[in-house]
């Protein structure tokens, strides 16, 4: 606030002129008012106070005000003309009296104000907005007709990126906007800001934009979807409705929702429009709490009822008033109507009042909706943590019971394959037993991977990989089935390129696609695998063979878990491996597909990023056939204690062991047993079953660590619990090395001799 006289200079001015201004008190009065101002803005004030001292009539601006440090202050002016006595001449001097107003704060105020008192939602605003949709992953921006009406564009539709965006908003706010943009996209904040545009005609309209992020389910932001408004009209109604409040500036800096400002006795001296739209109840006197009430004395009548959080509220005003804290902060429920409220309260010292006479400015936010949506989100966390419980549980238990009758069956049918007695229809019908079994552990492991990977706990190690490398690995495991159909497989030379991927998932990839390129084929039929460099940073490898050919509208199917066409039901299979092969190729980031023609063949797809070949480390041909021999047993596990509730597997692994004569083998059917003879018998070597009856294996390898006498007798878990929670929970629990059943011989030697420190088996001759 200030006056001047004709001449533009000061008779009084306060100290928020002086602070936004930079200039003292002693500063201003040796200046003029138009000192304040530069170029066209103090021309256009000189002729507004000429005539408003000729026609003694006030004139609202608005100017740019410039501070002493040269920066441009937005404001608003609004004066009107009055007189004064004049000490000397005993005549009456006209005198301007202004009050100026910082409009970037009553902007920030005004738009805190609008959100409270329209609290209207987004469906609700779409009248009167536009829409953008930003794809984060491939930079592609869709704008609504309206954004382009809003800007003033000729165009029916934008078709540019966020950077023309930009270019529309006000050079002033610009910065601002973009750095707005960039905290939504980081996360670290919503989009909610105002901003002006400079349309093509000259004019400049008001701005609203905001925007939130949507996630995917790794919890990564995919896409910002967003509205813009044109609030031209109702910042105009904002600033024509506000200039006739008085005490605008202590009220409007704190502005917030519904706001009251007390005394030192607690007594309310200004509500804003807010609270008296929306008044409390004063219990003592039921009326409504406003100007002139006891804002204390609403708290304590309501605290010697019983509420605590209303004596925490008095507590923390009178807090403040004292200046024992700068601020306090607290939720209270409130009854508006037959709705219960949840409210929260901040209370902040009001800037300007003395030591002497202090005020408190009392800010109440309604949180109902926000603390309703916290509850629901972790009423949906428990659920879905608790789903995820119950799913890991029964994955747990469904490979626990398919894999201990597992163990027995292809564990015999490995010692009757090793019996010089068998004739040859015999070792045949052993060979089927053995194929039917493993490929049915491979559904059962299909079965788990996919819940895995949709569950989100698959890990990738993305590293350079040579495809030439990788193919060489692949091929030896489907020859045996390709040259049992007489299908010819071909490749091209792919030592020259290297994508970056996890190895031994792109090989379980790899090796899906050409079984079923194998399987799926005619008789005499090709299959080729190839690779080649994209326009792009991307490799696409293909696997096509000459089969039968998929239906067009089949293709988008084929992904799918346990999807399969009509005419392959008498087919091996779950189909599930394409599935499992999608989620890996978009784990890693990449995309895969298939192309077919019936009668011609198919040809499925991947891409994924390429590598630098120098970058790439070759690996060594690790082929997955192992060896038919019986391996030889290491030397320093000599007695053998097992411990199994489950016969057929006790009676096994008594089979198996039988085998090396140098061995003396124990065994016991439950944990106490067990532990028993543990103590009394002293062996090398324990082979540990979990899922017992009574004390299970983990309670039993609490006990043996326990005592001083077992505390260091190795012990290996053979078991059928075989999810990724159950061998990270038996390593952290303290085996020594985890076994899952079906237990393969050759598995079984090379994990006792790295327990026992020993080299890897070598092998019986058959």
């Not at 529309?168 to 601002?176: G, I, Q, V």
Request: proline share 3%; charged share 25%; aromatic share 6%.
């Amino acid at each position: 606030m200030f006056t001047v006289d004709r001449f533009g200079h000061f008779g009084i001015c306060n100290q928020q002129l002086c602070e936004v201004s930079g200039y003292t008190g002693e500063d201003l009065w040796h200046m003029t008012l138009l000192d304040l101002f530069s170029g066209r803005s103090r021309e256009e004030l000189a002729r507004a106070m000429d005539t408003a001292f000729d026609t003694q009539q006030g004139f609202d601006l608005d100017l740019p005000l410039i501070s002493n440090t040269g920066e441009q202050i937005p404001i608003t002016l609004y004066t009107t003309v009055g007189t004064q006595e004049s000490v000397r001449s005993q005549e009456k001097d006209l005198l301007l009296t202004g009050i100026a107003l910082d409009v970037s704060h009553i902007r920030e105020a005004l738009r805190a104000s609008a959100i409270s008192e329209e609290r209207l939602n987004r469906s609700q605003a779409f009248a009167n907005i536009g829409l953008w949709d930003w794809n984060l992953r491939t930079d592609e921006v869709y704008w609504s007709d309206r954004v382009a009406e809003l800007i003033g564009s000729t165009n029916s539709r934008m078709q540019f990126g966020f950077q023309e965006f930009l270019a529309a908003a006000h050079p002033l706010d610009r910065a601002r906007l973009a750095n707005s943009i960039e905290n939504c996209v980081s996360g670290t904040d919503i989009l909610d800001e105002e901003f002006r545009i400079q349309r093509p005609d000259g004019n400049e309209r008001w701005m609203l934009a905001r925007a939130n992020l949507i996630y995917d389910d790794q919890a990564t932001p995919v896409r910002m979807l967003g509205v813009i408004q044109d609030i031209t009209p109702l910042k105009h109604a904002e600033f024509i409705e506000k200039r006739a409040r008085e005490q605008v500036q202590s009220v409007i800096d704190s502005l917030e929702a519904r706001i009251c400002v007390l005394d030192q006795r607690g007594e309310i001296i200004s509500v804003n429009r807010s609270w008296q739209r929306h008044p409390y109840r004063d219990p003592v006197r039921d009326k409504s709490l406003a100007s002139g009430g006891n804002y204390l004395a609403f708290c304590d009548a309501l605290a010697e009822n019983g509420r605590k959080d209303m004596a925490r509220l008095g507590e923390a005003v009178r807090s403040v008033l004292d200046a024992c804290t700068s601020s306090a902060e607290t939720e209270v429920a409130f009854l508006q109507g037959e709705r219960e409220e949840i409210h929260l309260v901040r209370v902040t010292p009001l800037r300007g009042s003395s030591e002497e006479h202090p005020r408190v400015v009392i800010n109440h936010l309604d949180v109902t909706k926000r603390r309703e949506i916290e509850q629901d989100l972790r009423q949906a966390k428990d659920e879905a943590e608790q789903a995820s419980r119950a799913k890991s549980e029964f994955l747990s238990l469904m490979s626990h019971e398919l894999r201990t009758p597992m163990n027995a069956v292809l564990g015999f049918a490995q010692l009757l394959e090793q019996d010089d007695d068998l004739n040859e229809d015999q070792l045949e019908s052993i060979g089927e037993i053995l194929k039917a079994g493993k490929h049915l552990l491979h559904l059962i492991n299909e079965v788990l991977d996919l819940a895995r990977i949709e569950s989100g706990r698959v890990e990738l190690t993305l590293e350079p990989v040579v495809l030439d490398d990788l193919v060489n690995e692949c091929l030896p495991l489907i020859e045996a089935n390709a040259r049992q159909h007489q299908i010819r497989v071909e490749r091209d030379l792919l030592s020259q390129i290297t994508v970056l991927a996890d190895r031994v998932r792109l090989k379980q990839i790899l090796i899906n696609l050409l079984s079923n390129a194998v399987k799926y084929n005619v008789p005499s039929g090709l299959v080729r695998v190839s690779a080649r460099r994209g326009n792009n940073t991307r490799v696409r490898i293909e696997v096509m063979d000459s089969g039968l050919g998929i239906a067009e509208k089949d293709i988008s199917n084929l992904f799918s878990p346990f999807t399969r066409l009509e005419r392959d039901t008498h087919r091996e299979g779950t189909g599930i491996g394409l599935a499992v092969c999608r989620r890996l190729v978009e784990a890693m980031g990449g995309t895969i597909g298939a192309t077919s023609k019936l009668g011609q063949g198919s040809c499925f797809w991947l891409e994924i990023e390429a590598a630098t070949l120098n970058d790439a480390l070759s690996v060594d041909d690790q082929s997955e056939h192992k060896a038919s021999n019986w391996p030889k047993w290491p030397s320093r596990a000599r007695r053998i204690l097992q411990i199994e509730d489950n016969p057929s597997n006790l009676r096994l692994m008594e089979r198996i062991l039988m085998r090396y004569p140098q061995l003396h083998s124990m065994s016991a059917n439950n944990g106490q047993q067990g532990l028993e003879q543990a103590r009394q018998k002293q062996p090398d070597l324990i082979l540990l079953d979990i899922h017992m009856a009574g004390m299970n294996g983990y309670q039993l390898l609490e006990a043996l660590r326990a005592d001083r006498r077992t505390a260091n007798i190795p012990v290996i878990a053979v078991t059928a619990n075989a999810t990724d929670d159950d061998i990270k929970r038996g390593m952290e629990a303290g085996f020594d090395a985890y076994l899952t059943k079906p237990v393969d011989i050759r598995d079984l030697a090379e994990t006792v001799c790295r327990v026992m420190g020993e080299a890897d088996p070598l092998f019986l001759p058959n």
